[in-house]
């Protein structure tokens, strides 16, 4: 478990724009140690060779057979989901200087 | 008629044939039974009875005028909040999506719709399906009806727990790492996780979509596979769906496929961590296999003790891609403080998930990020091919393989809240099916001294439902455990 890397929760939770409190971090902090020291089991398994998995099944470009039209929705169904919609657009703050 | 909410879909569907009992009846009974047992078992949280019953109405319709659609028709069938119903709230049990209302039914209720089914409430669960105990919800924590006092297991807690009680004639779930299986067997009812891509993931709000499937809560076994032959087949609406292959007429299955079948028993799963009670029952339960015929096969899945580091690495990685999506944007919670695009990203998603929620988005994000990848990611991915190996060769000399589905009973509210990992480990006997794609049932296999139900898993052949089903249905009717309901 020593080998485990303590993670740098401020690096991690930026990446991931997850905006988390002090004390949330401090505990999270303790918990993932655990996690990942327990993840280190699978140092002891030998993969040369071996082909890493995604999927179930082998699924490569999947094609549709023809792409009909089909049920659409109205743009206000879809804006009135957003936090905030003004004629039929999606309001967000304001991102450029 | 008292009791119509604790009949099975084939008992209900023979009534509603006989001209004995309407849809009406059998969703008010529903009904009613919600409204006085879930105060204490906390399973649902929504309904609709005026659309429930409206539904109801037009199937008895649609009976009397001789265009009854077949077994479903009629039955009410609770769904857990995560797929989407056509104008019902979809929350996920979680704040993020307090207030979204799904446009649109997932392609699983469109087929139950087609085979006129009663859709029937959203049930609890753990916020995006990320538990084992139904305790991260962000609304309510769901009683397991046999004992209020413990948690009736996770994700799909509410699903589970609302058949345990008779709120509902069945469920859907989904189940990423055993959360159909594992509430199944702790609340002591069946639960089944089908092969990945049988029943399409469109409409299913997506956690780890390699690994996600929907499926069916019943009371019986023939009932789940009344379900599945509901909701199965290729969907153009997700490219992970395969066309069914092999055999699916299950309910004829149930009636032909009468073994003996050779059965593989998998030592390590038997080993460390797994309560000496549950051991000794589904031992009781291979040796009542054995008395009837079938062969006992000695088998070993030797990577199954990496499926839990190996699923929570794949999972959480998946995970934290699929949850960028709650960005306070388009459809989520937005911070009142945002100020611009960061906070708005940040401030929104820190206020909107829960605890467990961004500690496996944090896991995932750290599990991708530049210099761990290979180390986590990449190794986690070359180990899962390792376990599907294992299933791939015990396969070749047995027709299913039978396991505990959790290792222990349910255990109490708030006993492993604060130590993930130890919850984590709740799932070590679901997950590595999940992780080779393969379908899995549990079967009430009897109760512990307390009075807490125990669950048998039976796991199948990739596409083997039809073997799995019949080999979970003979000892389904040979006990009487499916038959017992909890006092409340």
Redesign the interface.
């Given at each position: 478990m020593s080998e485990t890397?303590h993670?740098d929760?401020d690096y991690?939770?930026n990446?991931?724009?997850?905006?988390?409190t002090d004390a949330?971090k401090a505990k999270?902090g303790t918990?993932?140690d655990?996690?990942l020291g327990?993840?280190d089991?699978?140092?002891a398994?030998d993969?040369d060779g071996?082909?890493?998995?995604?999927?179930?099944?082998r699924?490569f470009n999947?094609w549709?057979?023809g792409d009909e039209p089909g049920e659409t929705?109205a743009p206000e169904?879809?804006t009135k989901?957003?936090?905030?919609s003004r004629d039929n657009q999606?309001v967000?703050?304001?991102?450029v200087e | 008629m008292s009791d119509l909410h604790f009949k099975t879909i084939s008992e209900l569907a023979a009534m509603l044939a006989a001209g004995e009992t309407t849809s009406v009846e059998i969703t008010q009974a529903v009904i009613d039974r919600t409204a006085a047992v879930d105060a204490q078992v906390k399973a649902f949280l929504s309904t609709d009875t005026e659309d429930a019953l409206a539904q109801a109405k037009a199937s008895d319709e649609r009976r009397a005028a001789g265009k009854a659609l077949g077994p479903l028709d009629g039955i009410p069938i609770g769904i857990k909040d995560t797929l989407a119903v056509k104008d019902q709230p979809l929350r996920c049990a979680s704040k993020m999506l307090e207030n979204y209302v799904s446009p649109y039914d997932a392609t699983c209720i469109v087929k139950l719709r087609e085979a006129g089914a009663v859709i029937w409430g959203r049930l609890n669960m753990d916020e995006f399906a990320m538990g084992s105990s139904t305790e991260n919800s962000a609304y309510q924590t769901t009683a397991n009806p046999w004992d209020l006092e413990t948690i009736p297991g996770g994700s799909s807690g509410g699903s589970a727990a609302a058949m345990a009680a008779g709120e509902a004639i069945a469920t859907l779930g989904t189940d990423t790492g055993g959360s159909i299986r594992q509430p199944a067997a702790l609340c002591g009812v069946v639960g089944m996780k089908p092969t990945y891509g049988l029943i399409s993931r469109y409409g299913l709000v997506a956690f780890a979509s390699s690994l996600d499937q929907v499926g069916p809560f019943a009371r019986t076994v023939e009932d789940a596979a009344i379900l599945m032959e509901a909701m199965l087949g290729k969907d153009d609406l997700d490219s992970t769906s395969i066309a069914p292959q092999g055999e699916t007429n299950y309910s004829e299955a149930l009636k032909t496929k009468k073994g003996p079948w050779k059965l593989g028993v998998p030592q390590e799963f038997f080993g460390e961590g797994i309560d000496p009670e549950v051991k000794a029952n589904i031992e009781k339960a291979i040796d009542w296999y054995k008395s009837q015929g079938c062969e006992i096969v000695d088998i070993s899945l030797p990577h199954s003790e990496l499926a839990v580091p190996v699923y929570y690495i794949v999972a959480t990685a998946e995970a934290s891609s699929n949850l960028a999506r709650f960005d306070g944007v388009r459809y989520s919670h937005r911070s009142e403080e945002a100020k611009d695009a960061m906070t708005l990203f940040t401030k929104s998603r820190g206020e909107g998930f829960g605890d467990e929620v961004k500690r496996r988005i944090i896991l995932g994000t750290y599990v991708l990020s530049s210099g761990y990848y290979d180390a986590y990611y990449l190794r986690a991915q070359k180990v899962r091919r390792l376990i599907l190996g294992d299933f791939e060769k015990a396969f070749e000399q047995v027709d299913a393989i039978l396991t505990p589905t959790s290792p222990t009973p349910a255990f109490k509210r708030g006993e492993r809240a604060d130590d993930p990992l130890a919850m984590y480990l709740s799932d070590v006997y679901t997950i590595s099916v999940n992780l080779a794609g393969l379908p899995a049932i549990s079967v009430p296999s009897g109760f512990t001294e307390s009075g807490l139900p125990i669950g048998l898993q039976v796991i199948g052949k990739a596409f083997g439902e039809a073997d799995m089903f019949a080999v979970a249905n003979a000892f389904e009717k040979a006990h009487d455990y499916a038959q017992q309901t909890p006092t409340l």
């Open positions: 890397p993670i929760i991690v939770a990446l991931a724009r997850l905006d988390m949330e999270l918990q993932l655990d996690i327990y993840f089991k699978l140092n398994v993969v071996v082909e890493p998995m995604a999927h179930a099944h699924v999947v549709r057979e929705y169904v879809l989901m957003a936090p905030e999606v967000v703050p304001k991102v | -």
